[in-house]
């Protein structure tokens, strides 16, 4: 099993970047994904990434803005967010999926951290 924090959420302006991060504890073996969830919504996936590192996917949404990475000797992942909307603005969760092998698509979330916010001001 593997447990997760997730940081460096926080209050940005439209155009403006963040970057959050992920830190795993226990196995890291998995692929991983970030997901978020705004206020009246649903939780969506954003983006996802194999346990290489070598395959990602991404929503259309955030496709061209955030990149997805990880670096397994710190068993950390990463959200790079660029260009920033208003709409981007949620609860941004980390999460292993401990079935999917080759991300083609988006992942599942099968283990999750707490979230870290992220409110982006127009």
């Known amino acids: 099993q593997v447990q997760l924090v997730e940081s460096g959420g926080g209050l940005v302006q439209a155009g403006g970047s963040l970057r959050l991060s992920c830190a795993a504890s226990?196995?890291?073996?998995?692929?991983m994904g970030w997901f978020r969830q705004a206020p009246g919504n649903e939780r969506e996936f954003i983006a996802g990434?194999?346990?290489?590192?070598?395959?990602?996917s991404y929503a259309d949404s955030v496709k061209g803005r955030f990149t997805i990475s990880r670096d397994n000797a710190k068993k950390s992942v990463y959200l790079q967010m660029n260009s920033l909307k208003a709409e981007d603005t949620a609860i941004y969760y980390c999460a292993a999926d401990f079935d999917t092998v080759v991300v083609v698509g988006p992942t599942r979330g099968d283990q999750w951290g707490q979230g870290t916010q992220v409110t982006v001001s127009s």
């Open positions: 226990g196995d890291f073996s998995y692929v």
């Open positions: 990434i194999s346990w290489s590192g070598g395959s990602t």
